[in-house]
């Protein structure tokens, strides 16, 4: 046995979730100490979208919800990411992610580093470093 639930507030903010155990899985969304995105309702009430039997049709049941939800209301479901995703979708995460996080990537990846060998290199380049034969003549003369 299953349920889909739906939380929701005044100002028209929701979330979808699954749960076998609805009592239980309300009072984790009001009173977990986990920054979870329910905690951005504050006040909510709840709904039982819908009642299964089978738990096998549970997963698909919560995309279907999560998805109708999300075009009916947009940005306003606080979802953190979407219920079974398929391989597109993780596809299409990680390429909106890299798109976003390129610039902070390369800033960290040409920031100077100063290894302990007296070299001093960008941290992408840290692994090759660390294998090479100048670092590695420097650790092996000061374990000596």
Known sequence: MGIIYLLYNKEGFGYV???NKLRDRIRQHRFSNQNTKSKLLGEFEYMVIEDFENEDDLDSAERFYYDLYKSLYGDKLVNKKKPIQTKEDKK??????NQQHRGERNQQRIKKYECECGSIICYGE???HFKSQKHLNYI???SV
């Open 17 to 19: 979730g699954k749960t």
């Open 92 to 97: 299409a995460y990680a390429t909106q992610y």
């Open 126 to 128: 840290k692994t090759p």
């Open 140 to 142: 092996q003369n000061t």
